[in-house]
Structures are given as structure tokens and as C-alpha cells.
């Protein structure tokens, strides 16, 4: 095992920094402290190094505008309706970023520079980030200690945690939101087979929020219990799915292991994604239409599986509330096989 750091930028007092963690196998993870961002997933090839999910050209590109990939989104991935959290007779106001609702945290800890640390024995390295939220940024009530960590390990698992802690009452509901692709730059995601452990989905709204509770997946093109191509969902012009340009919906775990597996046409490359998580947001990279910053990605050419408290329909945030001292845990694991 082995993990190597390089500055590439200096700002505001704070040095970005890609940090390399490679293990026995050949395999390399990049990770920059700017968003706790999952930069690259590299695997070894006959022609060398290959990155199988969505990355940005360069470290200091993800400072210059917000694309979400690999970042550690939070406060509260995904959307709150109208910004409002409601308890007893309280609201909270959030900003609102995405029309007349708040999505991603405002400008969330994706944006942020996080402190840092790494370790590495013979068989695993970590590298832990941690940064320090100020009560009220982003309308988020609570000073929050949170702390991400990556866990490498020589048999091709990738173990990424998140623990937290507000001293006031809080909401909180963080992602990692990396784009896989598995089959490098050159081919979008339609091909690839994602199986779910998942019989309940949720439907959207035009706001793409949540409105009419669960619904099975029997019968529908959400069914993904068994592993099917991506595409035949894209492609079926089902109206939830043209609606949203593809997929982009909360996925309602059974619990058993794995929660979800990805794997390229051909079967020879898998993701097995376990999680702490009760749902996860499938979204098929529907926005990317190859400008800006991220001139090189497309729709369609990412898939994400984003481990979370599912979205809620309205000012209701029991599911996401942190008491005051207490410690929010949750991790999720994604096994490569190639």
C-alpha cells in the first residue's frame, strides 16, 4: 500500500491537494480535500491505467464550477421542498437554489476545504478529512464536526464513511456522489447492467420531489431486482422517465446485501455496493450536455448511486433530524471486480 500527496493549488490560506492511495493489486483511488471529492478510480489494464468513473480534466477544475462528481454533498443531498424544515411550531428557512426548493446543500460541503490525514499499514490505507461547519452556513442551523474517510484495501474495496456531530438540532442527510462509468471516456452508461435489492421506488413531481409515496416496482420499469441494461429503462419512454430525462429516483433498499450491482455489458467488470443507507437516488447523469467546465461529459455518460435518507414529500425532516450531541455513522462499500 502505498499514498502520495501533491498541492497543486494555494487559496485563501488553504492548500488543495490530491492525495494518492494505491494498492497491491495495481489499483489507484485519487481524492482531493476540496469536497472530500472522489476524484478517479483507477484499474490496472493491458494499455495501462484506466479511470472508470466521471472526472473533471484537471484537480483545480473543481473549484471552478459546481458539478457534483465524487463530491461529499451535504448538508442535505437532493431536494427540500420549498426550503422549509418544519418541527412543532418552528420553521427553518433555507435558501432557495433550484427554483422555488433547496437542493445540495446550498453551497454545500462539496465547495469546502477540508483538513486531512492519512494512514497506511500493509494491508489497507485511509486517508480522513474533516472539516468544521459554522452554525448557520448555508441556513443550517448547528456548528458540525464531519469527518469523511476512504479506505483502500488490497482486495479491491473501497470503504467510505461519514461521521458527524452538531451542537445544536439539525438536519443532515450527506452523499457521496461519484458518477461510475466503468468502461472508461469513450462509452456512456446505456449498456451497463444495474441490479437493485429494491421492491419500492418513489415517484417525482415536476419539481422532482416526491409526492404520492411508494409504490411497488412490479410491473414497472423501475423493476431492477434482477440486473438489466441501463438503456432499456432510458429508452422505454415511460413518462416518469421522459419527465425527468432519465433516471433520477429514490430507490427504497430491502435491507440484504449487496444493495446494488453494476456491471459492464460483457459482465467482466462489477461494482457490488453495500450501505448503511436505507434508499439510494439513481440518477443517470440526465443535466451533462458536454458545456463548461465539464465540456468533455454528456448525458448519460455517468450513473450514480447515491446512498441516503430518501428525499421527503414535504417540511417534514424526522428521518434527517440530528439531536444536539448526537453522533450521526454511515458508510458505504464498493467492491471492484475486473
Known sequence: MSIKVVRYQRENQHDYCEITMENNQGMQVKLLNYGATLEKILIPTAQGLENIIMSLDSPADYSKARNFLGGTVGRVVGRIRHGQWQYGNHIVQLPLNDGQNHIHG??????????????????????????????????????????????????????YRIKAVSDKLTIFNPTNHVYFRLNGSESDVLGLNLQLNSDVYLPLDADSLPYQGRKSVEGTVFDFRNAKPVGTVINSHDPEIDAEHGLNHPFLLRGDDPAAILSSPDKKRRVVMTTKSPSIVVYTANHFDHTGIAKHIGQYDGITLEAQVPPAEGSDLTAITLFPGEQFNTWTKWQFEY
Open 106 to 159: 446550498g453551497t454545500g460541503t462539496d465547495t469546502q476545504v477540508f483538513d486531512f490525514s492519512t494512514h497506511f499499514d500493509t494491508h489497507q490505507s485511509t486517508v480522513a478529512f474533516i472539516l468544521f461547519d459554522a452554525d448557520g452556513n448555508n441556513g443550517y442551523p448547528g456548528n458540525m464536526k464531519l469527518q469523511v474517510s476512504y479506505t483502500l484495501d488490497n482486495d479491491n474495496q473501497l470503504t
